[in-house]
């Protein structure tokens, strides 16, 4: 219960914070709908758990170094120009199409086009997680933590299992809620929005060549 508990009390600060992802979230619940942004979290609970495995597994347990360098390298190069697409795709709507003697799409159609929109939710969630070097170094982090403070691997599950299902809980909050303020919201602020998080994501990224090129 005391490993359990820890990675609650862990998690609900880890909650607290704003990123990338956090931004992204709203973003996709108050444009798209909540059930949409749960995709989205899914994506990112994903990359989280296995970062979770890798690190704990590989990182420590056998003993298996990472360059560090390398990882600032890629990863800025790869959210400098993931930050790029949000604040040029989202620079102005585009227009509809009025479609003549168009039939309606069938059934079908419209469930593989939901699929797929789906499926590109899910993917979003990943790449944005996978692509942020600060996720590896922290997980890795707790890793440590975890094996320096708990003697027994069932009581690190838990203390993993605390962190990661609060953050997943607490994210699915931030989403259900920010669908419920929908009308505060208007198309210039989420514009802004969107920009905002291309913004951070360049960021973080130039800090991380910074760090590479300069040291």
Not at 1 to 28: C, E, Q, S, Y
Request: proline share 3%; hydrophobic share 50%.
């Amino acid at each position: 219960m005391g490993a359990i508990l820890l990675g609650l009390l862990t998690g609900l600060g880890m909650a607290t914070a704003t990123g990338p992802v956090f931004l992204t979230l709203i973003r996709i619940s108050v444009d798209r709908g909540f059930a949409k942004a749960i995709f989205f979290l899914v994506g990112v609970s994903t990359v989280d758990w296995f970062i979770v495995f890798a690190s704990w597994v590989g990182l420590n347990k056998l003993d298996l170094g990472v360059d560090e360098n390398l990882l600032s390298l890629f990863g800025g190069m790869a959210m400098v120009l993931y930050g790029s697409t949000f604040i040029f795709s989202f620079k102005k709507k585009p227009k509809e199409l009025v479609m003549i003697d168009q039939p309606d799409i069938s059934e079908k159609e419209q469930r593989n086009k939901k699929k797929l929109d789906n499926a590109h939710l899910y993917l979003k969630g990943v790449v944005m997680n996978a692509l942020n070097p600060i996720v590896w170094a922290f997980w890795a982090g707790i890793s440590q933590l975890a094996i320096s403070k708990f003697p027994y691997q069932s009581d690190q599950v838990l203390y993993f299992a605390g962190i990661l299902m609060t953050i997943l809980i607490t994210d699915l909050l931030k989403g259900f809620y920010a669908q419920k303020l929908k009308p505060f919201f208007t198309s210039k602020l989420l514009r802004y929005l969107n920009i905002a998080i291309g913004v951070m994501l360049i960021g973080l990224g130039g800090r991380f060549l910074v760090k590479y090129f300069i040291g």
